[in-house]
């Protein structure tokens, strides 16, 4: 298959490894006499090469829902901390109406802030509640005060979760940057090496050969783009995996369906890898790929492919697993 993204490079190295498996073979079969690339670069270190890029891909994911998990752990407690400044200024107009502390009380802070800008009235509320909680002279009041049975300490607490929260975020988000530098790095080589045996096959055995007719290709043959399918997708407690469906495409030069998934809550093609595919009046998958634990999220495109190569994805279905 043609290089169309990321997700394409592991399927097409695996189709130029079995082209390079029937090469050595007419060659001889023996390691003496098998094609070698550039230094001496042998099938067996491409598929080396091959086995590093699905081990980087992998970890890739892993990294993603690592740093997805951690957003919603850090955005779920900083709605929670939300509600705690309400009820403290609550509580002040409440009980405190008359008091030095009442228009001291930090305002609310947006939640799409920055780390600090977000923190900084919690750390404002920690210190007043510290103030009153020692203040023993406030008529009609006998501290600590409490808000819904919480403590001062509790509180703080939970802010320090909420900073231990940012800080896991910060890491989860330099792993994934380190582990797309990592993929990267094969991307170019893999590429390269592909272009080589495509070269060289041809010089080796003729533009006539069968060996060369069959090179696989690495761009698609000239032509058209098909129209897109419409893809429908859930969650199947049932079976524990996402289910999805789609329109059929009428396009003559149909091969086959491709689905591809991406992790987090938005497809990006620098992410997403090949899921699997399916023949020609298959109009149904069922995959837990980039689900395996709850609160996982994924999201998929269903590609239409040519028998040229070319091809054109569906909308985007984002799936959470509960």
Same mark, same amino acid.
């Given at each position: 298959m043609p290089l169309n993204g990321i997700g394409s490079y592991l399927p097409t190295i695996d189709e130029f490894l079995a082209h390079w498996l029937d090469v050595n073979t007419e060659l001889?079969?023996? *390691?003496?006499?098998?094609?070698?690339l550039q230094g001496g670069f042998t099938r067996a270190m491409f598929l080396a090469l091959r086995d590093s890029l699905a081990a980087a891909l992998t970890g890739l994911i892993d990294l993603e829902n690592a740093r997805?998990?951690?957003?919603? +752990?850090?955005?779920? &407690?900083? !709605?929670?901390?939300?509600? &705690?400044? +309400?009820?403290?200024r609550g509580m002040l107009r409440g009980l405190l109406p008359?008091?030095?502390?009442?228009?001291? !009380?930090?305002?609310?802070?947006?939640?799409?802030?920055?780390?600090?800008k977000f923190l900084e009235p919690f750390d404002d509320m920690a210190s007043l509640w510290a103030r009153i909680d020692a203040d023993a002279t406030i008529p009609?009041?006998? *501290?600590?005060l409490l808000l819904a049975g919480l403590t001062r300490a509790q509180f703080v607490a939970e802010l320090a979760a909420l900073r231990a929260a940012y800080a896991a975020v910060t890491t989860a988000e330099n792993d994934v940057e380190i582990g797309r530098k990592q993929r990267d790095v094969l991307l170019p080589l893999a590429r390269e090496r592909m272009v080589q045996y495509r070269e060289l096959v041809a010089a080796t055995f003729g533009p006539d050969h069968p060996l060369t007719l069959s090179l696989p290709a690495l761009s698609a043959a000239p032509g058209h783009t098909p129209a897109a399918v419409?893809?429908?997708?859930?969650?199947?407690a049932a079976t524990a995996q996402a289910q999805f469906s789609w329109s059929a495409s009428d396009d003559a030069d149909l091969d086959e369906y491709e689905l591809r998934m991406s992790p987090g809550a938005s497809y990006d093609e620098a992410t997403a890898v090949v899921v699997g595919n399916r023949?020609?009046?298959?109009?149904?998958?069922?995959?837990? !790929? @980039?689900?395996?634990?709850?609160?996982?999220?994924?999201?998929?495109?269903?590609?239409? &492919?040519?028998?040229?190569?070319?091809? !054109? @994805?569906?909308?985007?279905?984002?799936?959470? &697993?509960?």
């Open positions: 001889g079969g023996t *390691p003496a006499t098998d094609l070698k997805e998990t951690g957003v919603t +752990n850090r955005d779920q &407690r900083k !709605a929670a901390i939300l509600l &705690r400044l +309400n009820q403290f008359n008091s030095i502390y009442l228009d001291a !009380a930090p305002r609310v802070p947006t939640f799409g802030l920055s780390e600090g009609g009041f006998t *501290p600590p419409s893809l429908t997708g859930a969650w199947n023949p020609p009046g298959t109009l149904t998958f069922d995959t837990s !790929a @980039g689900l395996a634990n709850p609160g996982d999220v994924a999201s998929f495109r269903l590609f239409v &492919r040519l028998t040229t190569g070319n091809e !054109a @994805g569906s909308n985007t279905v984002t799936i959470t &697993r509960p």
